[in-house]
């Protein structure tokens, strides 16, 4: 691996350099949200009508009469990357971690309009048949993938295994997962209608990077000289810090419904990191008070990529990997929720009326509405 030399910084590894721009990205985002919006009709001969609300949200919902139905399909991204090269390095397979990663990335989004996840349908896109003759590592992916499924209380519907080569590079896999959940009673739909000012804002700790800014990670490690096996901390390597499985936070949300507690909002922070919490339309000022700590793997990014606050709280999750927005009288209890689930949360903030801003006053950093774009 190589390194700068001696006495010299290396430049800022952003995002961008990594080989993901989202200024090219979201535009496309924001012309299919308008066309697809365009198709809502073709549900009135069914009898339906979407949530026209939930467009521009993590999940899509349609109301089917006596309760919701929410759906979502998310990918993993390059995680499995970093499996493979971990495989390679120490002789195990990491995807049972990898399967409950690509099972998150979908609940973890539908969750956020106050769904209870029922069924998920599997895609793996393998770069050719001999993919799945490895069969510990096929076996590890099965394996994972059910006990994600029984921690969220969700069925696994079926799937698609595709051989794709020429499509998906030889000896990889692109794995995906669709999910469905329903909103019952109807009262559960967390869409942002009651945010508002004096809502507390709790954010629930993450576990590492989770699956969002794997590009980032992986192109730092052409910067360190021990490679994937640098040590994050004491008998933890980058690759395995990294690979920690992301959090599922679905029995979280039905612990809060069970305790009476119905979140005002919820954001799922993943891509554009904290810039999340500024997802609801609603000219609101959001203002952070304390921040979390921040997981080693991800101050180990932030400090050898250079970055600075302000791309790295915009860019990763920074040991915040879910943010409540509920009612001040419910913040404290949201917490005990939390640990009772095994989760570290804490009240953040709280939202104030003003210009859509992001405030995170311990930090000094300011992010305003232009900072995110997504519908």
């Not at 399967?99 to 029922?118: E, F, R, S």
């Not at 020429?166 to 909103?183: N, P």
């Not at 809060?256 to 119905?262: D, F, P, S």
């Amino acid at each position: 691996m190589s390194a700068p030399p001696s006495g010299t910084a290396a430049p800022a590894l952003d995002y961008r350099a990594a080989g993901i721009d989202y200024d090219l990205i979201d535009p496309l985002k924001v012309a299919a949200q308008r066309s697809a919006a365009a198709t809502a009709a073709q549900l009135h001969g069914h009898g339906f009508a979407e949530v026209a609300a939930s467009r521009g949200e993590s999940a899509y919902v349609i109301d089917v009469g006596p309760f919701y139905l929410a759906s979502i399909v998310e990918c993993l991204g390059s995680k499995a990357l970093v499996a493979d090269e971990m495989a390679r390095l120490t002789g195990r397979s990491w995807y049972d971690a990898i399967a409950q990663d690509t099972i998150a990335m979908a609940v973890n989004d539908l969750i956020t309009v106050g769904a209870t996840p029922l069924v998920v349908q599997a895609y793996w896109a393998a770069g050719g048949s001999e993919w799945f003759a490895d069969r510990e590592r096929a076996q590890a992916l099965v394996a994972g993938w059910q006990r994600a499924c029984e921690a969220c209380g969700i069925a696994w519907g079926g799937g698609e295994t595709p051989a794709l080569a020429g499509i998906v590079e030889a000896g990889r896999i692109d794995l995906a997962a669709a999910c469905t959940g329903i909103v019952n009673p109807k009262s559960r739909l967390t869409l942002g209608e009651r945010l508002g000012p004096g809502d507390a804002i709790v954010l629930v700790a993450s576990s590492g990077i989770h699956a969002n800014g794997l590009s980032l990670a992986r192109k730092l490690v052409e910067r360190l000289p021990g490679g994937w096996l640098s040590e994050v901390s004491p008998g933890l390597s980058y690759g395995a810090a990294l690979l920690a499985p992301t959090v599922l936070y679905a029995p979280l949300t039905e612990a809060l419904h069970r305790a009476g507690i119905t979140p005002h909002y919820a954001a799922n922070i993943t891509g554009h990191g904290w810039r999340k919490l500024l997802r609801h339309p609603k000219p609101l000022r959001y203002r952070i008070d304390c921040v979390p700590e921040v997981p080693a793997v991800l101050r180990f990014i932030q400090q050898h990529a250079g970055l600075g606050d302000h791309e790295a709280y915009g860019t990763l999750n920074m040991g915040a990997g879910f943010a409540l927005y509920v009612a001040a009288a419910d913040a404290a209890r949201t917490v005990e929720v939390a640990a009772a689930c095994g989760l570290q949360a804490l009240v953040a903030g709280h939202v104030e009326a003003g210009e859509k801003e992001l405030r995170v006053e311990p930090l000094g950093l300011h992010y305003d509405a232009g900072e995110l774009q997504l519908r």
